[in-house]
C-alpha cells in the first residue's frame, strides 16, 4: 500500500508555470503506473497525464498535449507534474494517484486505487 501526497499548488497568471510533485509514503512509487487527475467546481474528474514503472513510457490527455509533461524520479520516490502555458480552464484540484495495473496506459479513475488529499491550482486571467 502507498500513500500519495501532492504538494507545489497555489495560484498562477495565465501563461505561467507551475511544478506539481507527488511524493510517498508506504511502498515506493516504483511499484505503481503513476497518474495526474484534476477536477473543477461542478465538473468530473478527469485524466490529466500517466507515467509507467519505469518512467520510459508517459502520455498526456489531449487538452493538456505540449503544455504538461509528468515525468519520475523513482531514486527519490515521486512523481512531478510540470505544467507550462497554463490558462484559466486549467484551474482546479490535481491529484496523483497510484495504479496497480500491470500494463497499458490507465486513463481512467477506476484503474487507481491509491489516492493524494489534492492540490489547489488557480490561474487567473
Known amino acids: 500500500q502507498v500513500q500519495p501526497a501532492e504538494s507545489g499548488g497555489g495560484l498562477v497568471q495565465a501563461g505561467g508555470s507551475l511544478r506539481l510533485s507527488c511524493a510517498a509514503s508506504?511502498?515506493?512509487?516504483?511499484?505503481?503506473?503513476m497518474g495526474w487527475f484534476r477536477q473543477a467546481p461542478g465538473k468530473e474528474r478527469e485524466f490529466v497525464a500517466g507515467?509507467?514503472?519505469?518512467?520510459?513510457?508517459?502520455y498526456n490527455a489531449d487538452s493538456v498535449k505540449g503544455r504538461f509533461t509528468i515525468s519520475r524520479d523513482n531514486a527519490k520516490n515521486t512523481v512531478n507534474l510540470q505544467m507550462n502555458s497554463l490558462k484559466p480552464k486549467d484551474t482546479a484540484v490535481y491529484y496523483c494517484?497510484?495504479?496497480?495495473?500491470?500494463?497499458?496506459?490507465?486513463?481512467?479513475?477506476?484503474?487507481?486505487?491509491?489516492w493524494g488529499q489534492g492540490t489547489q491550482v488557480t490561474v487567473s486571467s
Open positions: 508506504g511502498r515506493t512509487l516504483s511499484s505503481y503506473i
Open positions: 507515467i509507467s514503472r519505469s518512467g520510459g513510457n508517459s
Open positions: 494517484a497510484a495504479s496497480g495495473r500491470l500494463g497499458g496506459e490507465p486513463r481512467h479513475s477506476y484503474d487507481y486505487t491509491y
